[in-house]
Every structure is written in C-alpha cells, then in structure tokens.
C-alpha cells in the first residue's frame, strides 16, 4: 500500500504546511520555464463515477503539467462499471499506472483501493468526504489572513468558519475534519435531519483529534463572529430522489445578505461549487465582493498539483 490521501487528516499539519508553500510557489511559476516535472514519465488513471467539471479538468491539467499523463476512465467504459471487483481493479491498475485519482460512491470504494493497490491513491470525493477541496479552501484562506514569513497554516488557527445547509454532506464532514485539523472553530447550521453523521466523530478521534465542532438549527446564532461563511448544494450527486424534500426542508437555511451580516463584516463567502443561485445562496452574496468562489476553484489546480507531488515523492 503506497501513501494516499483519502481524508483531510492524511497529512500532517508539517505537511500540509509544506503542501501549500509548495502550491504557492506553483502558483506563483505557472506557464514559467523550468517549472518541476515530478510527474515525469508517469501515467495516472482517473476514474470518476460521478459527473465533474473543476475536479476533472484541474487533475487533469494539474497532471500534464507536472509531467505527467492522466488517464480519464469513465465507469460506464470500464469493466468496473460491468462488475469487476474494486480489488481487481486495484492490483490490475497498479501494474499499469503510477498513481490513481478516484471520484466514487462509497468511501469504503477508495480505502479498498488503496489498501489492495500499490500505488497512491488520491479521494477526488466520495459520498463521505472531499478532502482536496478543503485543501484548496484552507490554502485559499491562508492566502489572505498569512502574515509575510511566517507559516501559511498559523494563519488559520482561531479563525472561525459557519458551515450552512446540509451539515451530513461530503463538504461538511471534510470540513469537520479540516477545521479541527488546523484549529479552526467551525459551527455547522441546518435542519435536525441534516446534522454530522456519527462517523465523523469516529475519524476524528482515530486522528488523535476531539470533536469540537457545534451544530445548532439557528443559522444566525452559528454565523455570529463567522470569519467564514460555507455553503454547498442542497441535492448532491447521488441525492438525486430526494430532491423536492431537500429543497423544502433546507429553504430557511439559504446564504443570503441578513445571514452574511450576522458573521464578521470582512468574513468571506465560500462555496465548492457547482452552485445554484437562489437555492443555498442568494445572488446579493455570491456576486457580492465578499465572494471568493472562482479563487477557490483556480486554487484546486495549484493545490492538487502541490499533493500530487507530495504523493509522489513518497
Ligand atoms: N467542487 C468540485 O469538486 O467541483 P466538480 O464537481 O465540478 O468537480
Ligand atoms: N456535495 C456536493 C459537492 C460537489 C462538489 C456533491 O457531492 O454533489
């Protein structure tokens, strides 16, 4: 089993560390000559189960231009999708290519994979978990608040983000996870029915973390002195059946200018994206100055390019 990312806490805060100065100077070398080329010689298979369009395009960019290959494997093309186990599929794979991005269902899918291949795994999202978005999120953040000289992540302990809508997501475990990874207070604001999943206190304490988030059904009680304000869809891919009920139930719980004014007034909007104005966000915030939406999608690019390296060099 090679080293992979599946979750947030698969780094350390040291590495995250050097995972964003990384991403950083990427950022800041892009297009130049001499850029480093880890990837070199290298194939990396990306199989997606779901749709994607930041997500696939920056791994697939991030790849070329590292030096690599990337490999796009549509399920429906694969004999995955006709019922090859994800065992198979794992040591086959790993006698082909040099690393492996997955987008799937069930979590479970991309630990299997790991765990029976040899080569780095990399969670490109899961039902549970979205761990190179938060990633992003964090560096996109450190961005702002970090001081010149001094580590990008000590600018983001005590920062406090509100995560609002469906706190039982991908985005609200991940950044569960995150948050409590860089010491950064999150309150999680929706319906009762939409509260964290109990799993998610089970892969805090295996990281050696304590679960400290909060979650109340008052949205302007969790916003208050919010640095950040997040959000994401109501229906996520594969919530597609229940979708009249979600935007029922979740309709009091859209971003919009009053809930923006409970936070901090320099707090940030934040969304993964794809979004859907007028469901979980009002058009006032996500085209309001406080929206940093398009940041957070380029700095995938950056910041995936700087885990992949990570990955490789291991
Ligand atoms: N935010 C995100 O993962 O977007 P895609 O679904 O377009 O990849
Ligand atoms: N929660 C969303 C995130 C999309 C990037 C979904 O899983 O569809």
């Known amino acids: 089993m090679a080293r992979s990312f599946l979750q947030d806490t698969d780094f350390t805060r040291d590495e ?3 995972i964003f100065q990384l991403a950083k100077a990427l950022k800041e070398g892009r297009g130049r000559a001499n850029q480093p080329k880890p990837l070199e010689g290298q194939t990396w298979a990306m199989i997606f189960h779901k749709s994607s369009t930041r997500t696939r395009v920056s791994f697939e960019v991030g790849i070329h231009e590292l030096g690599g290959h990337p490999m796009y494997l549509d399920q ?4 995955m999708g006709r019922g090859e186990t994800v065992a198979d599929t794992a040591r086959v794979l790993s006698r082909y290519v040099h690393g492996i991005v997955i987008r799937t269902f069930d979590h479970a899918t991309v630990e299997e994979l790991a765990r029976e291949g040899t080569v780095p795994v990399v969670n490109a999202l899961t039902d549970l978990l979205h761990p190179c978005q938060i990633y992003s999120d ?3 953040l450190a961005e702002r608040w970090a001081e010149p000289g001094k580590p990008l992540i000590d600018a983001l302990a005590g920062r406090k983000l509100t995560f609002v809508g469906d706190c039982a997501s991908n985005m609200a ?3 569960i996870l995150g948050a409590a990874l860089f010491g950064m207070p999150i309150s999680l604001t929706g319906p009762e029915k939409y509260r964290p999943q109990p799993v998610v206190d ?8 304590e679960p400290t988030y909060t979650f109340t059904t008052d949205p302007k009680a969790a916003a208050e002195n919010a640095d950040v304000v997040y959000t994401d869809v109501w229906v996520s891919m594969g919530d597609e059946a229940e979708k009249d009920a979600r935007l029922q139930e ?4 859209q971003v919009d200018g009053t ?10 909007f934040m ?3 794809p979004a859907h104005e007028g469901e979980e966000v009002a058009a006032e915030v996500y085209r309001s100055t406080q929206s940093i939406v398009y940041d957070e999608a380029e700095n995938r690019l950056h910041v995936q390019k700087a885990i992949l390296s990570k990955l490789a060099e291991a």
């Open 16 to 18: 995250a560390e050097e």
């Open 76 to 79: 429906s093309k694969t004999q």
């Open 138 to 140: 964090l560096f996109t």
């Open 173 to 175: 475990h991940s950044w």
């Open 202 to 209: 089970k892969l805090l304490r295996e990281a050696g973390l």
């Open 250 to 253: 979740l309709a009091p719980y």
């Open 259 to 268: 809930l923006m004014a409970a936070a901090r007034p320099e707090a940030y």
């Open 271 to 273: 969304h993964c994206l």
